[in-house]
């Protein structure tokens, strides 16, 4: 039996699984509760912007795949907020700057995530409002205990904080001390908050009524008031190694409500693997299983030189892709980007050895534009504060824990995404993927206890390309969950953080699941790999041509093998690539078996089913 680190667990009644063993927990007990997994998804949700402020927060972005019991196919609520109506090029070129800052207000993009949850409630859940915000609520007021990562990422952020964001000091330095792991932290400004929220909303006349009202009251009322005064007043320091305010007004939150859409999606065999549209980096996954149905993947052994050299090969040419071709535009051409003639054509592409080149295709004979290509190192870096890339490529700090995404010296958090999946006795399942607004990307908006997001950063200030800043554009994300059909059925939901990495570290889940019949745990604790030839999503946006991350538990055979390929060889810790959360349910006779693994990595993430 192969080892895992936990078992995979499976029932008959639901599942959560999430970053987080408390938000789990919590989306258990809305199931234990009579309603679905949509009112499971959003109670974990909520809680895991509590729990993992450095990873995700109120004022982040999540897409959500939704998939209710018996749909012929899935729909996306997309909780990317788009950019200000101030946006513009040439504002940000007027300011002298021709890349995004990752840090401060002028990054921000209008947050989506709470539009998008109280969405999904709204409109497939049965819960309460009070419901799905009273355990964030209690977190919140009555204090969480805090895991290592963030009292650690706390410390190095200290300088910073005391030095230029006052407004987070106070909250995240009370009475200028740290907090220490393992005691409980609070939020008492997010706890008054939400409960504001839910005084103002509890004189709507249903329970849809009051779902509105608490999206008025954020969107339309003193929250969004406070944001626009917020980045019209305060000169925020950021990674530029200067100060700049914010460009989000309150029109502009008033403007937003989150688009409902349909996914793309790609046939693998008896499956059909359903994305986020390429506004999100979400193709990816589908180009690259477009890629190898041409080959001998299935075949092969995933802690091969030869699986992993495949891999990475067909990473490269779709990251390609995406850097050229994606972004919130009606000018992708995505139908060709996903067709089976242009995977025959990019497949040709890959050789024995490791390319060192960035190369985009040409579907439907266009030609293709890549923005600028910075080798790392290219941009010097500030005293304080950084970029929020999930994986690092400098080397972890001293006792860093395993799985956990690594701080520089400097004090850059490189850590900005949580997971949660969920399935219930129905057959409904939903994945979603909710970042943005951590604590280390802005200060604290003093009286919301919350920072904003800096997603802009995902944009280019380089004309011609999808993916160029416009304004009320949304910025081409790293965000992507995933749903998987099985003979027509919905089967699976699933997703993983990590930037950049998200759709490399899925599909080598996926493709240990389908072909090598290993269960969701197998999949998930199994060693993996990514490779950073590509344009970094985050700022500094750099590329790091050749780069292949492998966990030390690939034999060193595999690593000189792949070496003398050409590829350059970083071994990371042996539990750091990933950290997936998966549900799935299948027909067993009459009743439906549900499947549940979550990621070990970092000794955070947990499913709960029964």
Same mark, same amino acid.
């Given at each position: 039996?192969?080892?895992?680190?936990?078992?995979?667990?499976?029932?008959?009644?639901?599942?959560?699984?999430?970053?987080?063993?408390?938000?789990?927990?919590?989306?258990?007990?809305?199931?234990?509760?009579?309603?679905?997994?949509?009112? $499971?998804?959003?109670?974990?949700?909520? !809680?895991?912007?509590?729990?993992?402020?450095?990873? +995700?927060?109120?004022?982040?972005?999540?897409?959500?795949?939704?998939?209710?019991?018996? #749909?012929?196919?899935?729909?996306?609520?997309?909780?990317?907020?788009?950019?200000?109506?101030?946006?513009?090029?040439?504002?940000?070129?007027?300011?002298?700057?021709?890349?995004?800052?990752?840090?401060?207000?002028?990054?921000?993009?209008?947050?989506?995530?709470?539009?998008?949850?109280?969405?999904?409630?709204?409109?497939?859940?049965?819960?309460?409002?009070?419901?799905?915000?009273?355990?964030?609520?209690?977190?919140?007021?009555?204090?969480?205990?805090? !895991?290592?990562?963030?009292?650690?990422?706390?410390?190095?952020?200290?300088?910073?904080?005391e030095t230029h964001w006052p407004s987070s000091a106070e909250l995240y330095l009370p009475g200028g001390v740290a907090p220490q792991s393992g005691k409980l932290f609070r939020n008492p400004q997010i706890a008054a908050l939400y409960q504001q929220i839910l005084d103002h909303a509890k004189s709507g006349k249903n329970r849809e009524a009051r779902i509105d009202a608490a999206l008025d009251f954020w969107y339309r009322g003193p929250v969004a008031e406070r944001i626009e005064q917020f980045c019209a007043t305060e000169e925020v320091w950021d990674v530029s190694g200067r100060r700049h305010k914010g460009l989000i007004t309150a029109q502009d939150m008033a403007d937003y409500k989150p688009l409902v859409e349909k996914p793309v999606s790609v046939t693998y065999g008896d499956y059909e693997v359903f994305k986020c549209g390429p506004w999100s980096q979400g193709p990816?996954?589908?180009?690259?299983?477009?890629? &190898?149905?041409?080959?001998?993947?299935?075949?092969?052994?995933?802690?091969? $030189?030869?699986?992993?050299?495949?891999?990475?090969?067909?990473?490269?040419?779709?990251?390609?892709?995406?850097?050229?071709?994606?972004?919130?535009?009606?000018?992708?051409?995505?139908?060709?980007?996903?067709?089976?003639?242009?995977?025959?054509?990019?497949?040709?592409?890959?050789?024995?050895?490791?390319?060192?080149?960035?190369?985009?295709?040409?579907?439907?004979?266009?030609?293709?534009?890549?923005?600028?290509?910075?080798?790392?190192?290219?941009?010097?870096?500030?005293?304080?504060?950084?970029?929020?890339?999930?994986?690092?490529?400098?080397?972890?700090?001293?006792?860093?824990?395993?799985?956990?995404?690594?701080?520089?010296?400097?004090?850059?958090?490189?850590?900005?995404?949580?997971?949660?999946?969920?399935?219930?006795?129905?057959?409904?399942?939903?994945? #979603?993927?909710?970042?943005?607004?951590?604590?280390?990307?802005?200060?604290?908006?003093?009286?919301?206890?919350?920072?904003?997001?800096?997603?802009?950063?995902?944009?280019?200030?380089?004309?011609?390309?999808?993916?160029?800043?416009?304004?009320?554009?949304?910025?081409?994300?790293?965000?992507?969950?995933?749903?998987?059909?099985?003979?027509?059925?919905?089967?699976?939901?699933?997703?993983?953080?990590?930037?950049?990495?998200?759709?490399?570290?899925?599909? !080598?889940?996926? &493709?240990?699941?389908?072909?090598?019949?290993?269960?969701?745990?197998?999949?998930?604790?199994?060693?993996?790999?990514?490779?950073?030839?590509?344009?970094?999503?985050?700022?500094?946006?750099?590329?790091?041509?050749?780069?292949?991350?492998?966990?030390?538990?690939?034999?060193?055979?595999?690593?000189?093998?792949?070496?003398?390929?050409?590829?350059?060889?970083?071994?990371?810790?042996?539990?750091?690539?990933?950290?997936?959360?998966?549900?799935?349910?299948?027909?067993?006779?009459?009743?439906?078996?549900?499947?549940?693994?979550? +990621?070990?990595?970092? $000794?955070?993430?947990?499913?709960?089913?029964?």
């Amino acid at each position: 039996m192969t080892f895992t680190t936990r078992p995979e667990l499976r029932g008959t009644f639901g599942a959560v699984s999430s970053t987080h063993w408390l938000a789990s927990t919590v989306g258990m007990s809305i199931l234990e509760k009579g309603h679905t997994a949509f009112d $499971a998804a959003v109670a974990t949700g909520f !809680v895991l912007q509590i729990v993992e402020p450095h990873l +995700n927060g109120p004022a982040g972005e999540v897409p959500i795949i939704v998939t209710p019991a018996g #749909a012929d196919t899935p729909i996306v609520i997309c909780g990317q907020g788009p950019s200000p109506s101030k946006a513009t090029v040439a504002y940000f070129k007027g300011l002298g700057l021709d890349i995004i800052p990752g840090t401060g207000l002028l990054a921000a993009c209008i947050p989506g995530a709470f539009g998008a949850w109280l969405t999904l409630l709204r409109d497939y859940g049965t819960a309460e409002l009070e419901d799905v915000l009273a355990p964030a609520i209690y977190y919140a007021r009555t204090g969480h205990p805090l !895991v290592p990562r963030i009292a650690r990422t706390i410390g190095e952020m200290r300088e910073l904080f005391e030095t230029h964001w006052p407004s987070s000091a106070e909250l995240y330095l009370p009475g200028g001390v740290a907090p220490q792991s393992g005691k409980l932290f609070r939020n008492p400004q997010i706890a008054a908050l939400y409960q504001q929220i839910l005084d103002h909303a509890k004189s709507g006349k249903n329970r849809e009524a009051r779902i509105d009202a608490a999206l008025d009251f954020w969107y339309r009322g003193p929250v969004a008031e406070r944001i626009e005064q917020f980045c019209a007043t305060e000169e925020v320091w950021d990674v530029s190694g200067r100060r700049h305010k914010g460009l989000i007004t309150a029109q502009d939150m008033a403007d937003y409500k989150p688009l409902v859409e349909k996914p793309v999606s790609v046939t693998y065999g008896d499956y059909e693997v359903f994305k986020c549209g390429p506004w999100s980096q979400g193709p990816v996954l589908l180009q690259m299983l477009q890629i &190898l149905k041409g080959t001998d993947i299935a075949d092969l052994d995933p802690m091969s $030189a030869d699986f992993v050299h495949l891999v990475v090969e067909t990473a490269k040419l779709a990251m390609a892709d995406r850097d050229s071709w994606y972004g919130d535009s009606s000018d992708v051409p995505i139908k060709a980007l996903l067709s089976s003639g242009y995977a025959d054509i990019r497949r040709a592409l890959i050789t024995d050895t490791a390319s060192m080149e960035v190369l985009p295709g040409t579907p439907d004979g266009r030609n293709p534009n890549l923005p600028p290509l910075r080798k790392v190192g290219t941009i010097a870096q500030p005293g304080l504060g950084g970029g929020e890339p999930t994986v690092a490529r400098e080397a972890k700090l001293p006792n860093d824990r395993q799985g956990e995404p690594a701080l520089t010296r400097e004090g850059a958090q490189r850590g900005d995404t949580v997971q949660v999946s969920a399935v219930d006795r129905w057959g409904n399942m939903v994945s #979603a993927t909710p970042s943005g607004g951590w604590f280390q990307s802005s200060p604290v908006i003093p009286g919301l206890g919350f920072s904003l997001t800096t997603r802009a950063q995902m944009f280019w200030l380089e004309e011609g390309l999808n993916s160029t800043l416009a304004p009320s554009k949304r910025p081409r994300t790293t965000l992507t969950p995933s749903t998987v059909y099985r003979d027509g059925q919905p089967y699976m939901a699933f997703g993983t953080p990590g930037g950049d990495q998200q759709d490399q570290w899925q599909l !080598v889940m996926l &493709l240990r699941h389908l072909h090598k019949g290993m269960n969701l745990q197998e999949a998930i604790d199994a060693p993996s790999f990514h490779t950073d030839h590509l344009a970094s999503s985050f700022w500094p946006r750099e590329i790091s041509y050749g780069a292949v991350t492998l966990e030390s538990r690939f034999p060193e055979a595999v690593r000189e093998d792949l070496a003398a390929r050409g590829h350059k060889i970083t071994v990371g810790d042996a539990w750091s690539e990933g950290r997936l959360s998966a549900v799935a349910r299948e027909m067993d006779g009459d009743v439906q078996l549900i499947k549940a693994g979550a +990621n070990p990595r970092g $000794a955070q993430g947990y499913a709960v089913a029964r």
